[in-house]
């Protein structure tokens, strides 16, 4: 079955560097585009990041721009994203999730589906 | 800080209806962008709901529906049941903003 493992996480502290990683299985990893969602402690889901099958085209929200860089290696099948210059902010449950996309009379749509079950990340002195 | 907003809770009986909302914008929803559902249970991760405004994937019981109008959004569910208690997030597209996937600020469905 199709499935999204995520690891990487611990605690870090201010100033410092992590990279999580997201082990896909059960579906062809290398013709789907790929998400990283954050969720910070008793809040609601932030997207953070997005990258295509074949990891040419990347978009970031404004809040990790320049900071995260999201990646990917297709021979592993296995999503990557490397936090930089970590922040307290950005201590959050981390999930991949697959974009499914859908082509259909004339409309195209895309959600995310399924998801992993998160790394926490706690960035703390 | 979000773009979509939802209703922080919203809560019912065993076998009544709810309804959560999903107010967006001229940037988001009333550009015509579709609109997502996604059910998260306490302590697990997000699940898909609803996709392109009224789908449901297989698996997904038909006590739940989506709809959308204007710059809006809701999620219905109907017979509700314990096992519904959950956190629900609406989530789309934005126009306005880099990269520009958007989700709502949840609401917290509770079975009374």
């Known amino acids: 079955q199709v499935q999204l493992v995520e690891s990487g996480g611990g605690v870090v502290q201010p100033g410092r560097s992590l990279r999580l990683s997201c082990a896909a299985s059960g579906f062809t990893f290398s013709s789907y585009a790929m998400h990283w969602v954050r969720q910070a402690p008793g809040k609601g889901l932030e997207w953070v990041a997005v990258?295509?099958?074949?990891?040419?085209?990347?978009y970031y929200a404004d809040s990790v721009k320049g900071r995260f860089t999201i990646s990917r290696d297709n021979s592993k099948n296995t999503l990557f994203l490397q936090m930089n210059s970590l922040r307290a902010e950005a201590t959050a449950v981390y999930y991949c999730?697959?974009?499914?996309?859908?082509?259909?009379?004339?409309?195209?749509?895309?959600?995310?589906?399924?998801w992993g079950r998160g790394t926490l990340v706690t960035v703390s002195s | 800080q979000s773009v979509l907003t939802q209703p922080p809770s919203v809560s019912g009986a065993p076998g009544q209806r709810v309804t959560i909302s999903c107010t967006g914008s001229?940037?988001?929803?009333?550009?015509?962008?579709?609109v997502h559902w996604y059910q998260q249970l306490p302590g697990t991760a997000p699940k898909l709901l609803i996709y392109g405004n009224n789908n449901r994937p297989s698996g997904v019981p038909d006590r739940f529906s989506g709809s959308k109008s204007g710059t809006s959004a809701s999620l219905a569910i109907s017979g509700l049941q314990a096992e519904d208690e959950a956190d629900y997030y609406c989530q789309s597209y934005d126009s306005s903003l880099s990269g520009s996937y958007v989700f709502g600020t949840g609401t917290k469905v509770t079975v009374l």
């Open positions: 001229s940037s988001n929803i009333g550009a015509g962008y579709a």
């Open positions: 990258i295509s099958y074949d990891g040419s085209n990347k």
């Open positions: 999730a697959r974009r499914e996309d859908y082509y259909g009379s004339g409309s195209y749509l895309n959600w995310f589906d399924p």
